[in-house]
């Protein structure tokens, strides 16, 4: 038994060291190329994007759902999306934001459903890597339930490391790489791309977690500090994976009026007709990116003096 013991200590011993080790290791070849480096571009917007401007936050419901062009052609503001991908979690969205928030700012909260159920919120193996690769420093913003649910994805993390595929032969993705975003943070190549097969709907699943539409509110009380004003948009999401999590997007909407919140519309507004959908319930096609930017254009118009 004590042999066994020290072979297996000997054994455990230098795999430690390797896991802990990598977090050292600079960003592989293709984590560099990938999506979640487009957060250096878009950290640089609200950094240096003039007033006056309107800053978007969610996940890939904003960087593939809406033209800030429109936006900033109809609404003479300067817009700033800062959307990636929901598995960052929401919690992460709204902490990375807050700093850079300025004084006459209208931020646009628009968050995928799927965040105010279960842990989604709290992020995934794609707030592990945006921490360990992307923005080092940023591990001192996160909060115990954050750390928990990236935890489970830290042995991957590690391997891929010292993979031979994450170093050689890598290419870019064209909708899903480090470049994919334009001036204003939206992703628009796929606008003239066939459309795929059509996306199999999607449902929700899981318990509400009110913890979410609390700490919603307390970054609402602190956009209202920096002298800004929020506001909360429903995701542009197909139609079908719409009715087939209605009972759960209502209960959405129902607790974020309940909250108080200014709300943009309504959820049955923004479920958006299978045509104009692209690779995913929440990924929108051209004519879709307009159709949902024109219907927010119209709803911000009727709760703000905006020409």
Known sequence: ????????I??????????FSSIFIPPTPR???????????????????PPPRIIFIGGSNLSFGINSKLIKDSLGLNPINTGIAGNIGLIFMLDNTLPYIQSGDIVIVSPEYDHFFDRYAYGSEELLRTILDVSHDE???????????IFPYFIKYAVSKIMPSEYFNVKEVALYGVNSFNEYGDVNKHWKMEKPSLPFSTGISGQFNYSVV????????KVVQKNAILFIAYPGIQASSFENSKTQIMQVASELKKKGFSLLGSPERYMMPESLVFDTAYHLTENGANYRTNLFIEDLKELINLK
């Not at 038994?1 to 297996?8: N, V």
């Open 1 to 8: 038994m004590k042999h066994f013991l020290l072979k297996l």
């Open 10 to 19: 000997s054994f455990l011993v230098p795999f430690f060291i390797l896991i």
């Open 31 to 49: 984590v560099t190329k990938s999506y979640i480096f487009g957060k250096i571009k878009k950290d640089s917007l609200l950094k240096n994007v």
């Open 139 to 149: 591990w001192r913003m996160l909060k115990k339930e954050q750390y928990v649910n």
């Open 214 to 221: 609390d700490e919603l509110w307390k970054f609402r009380d």
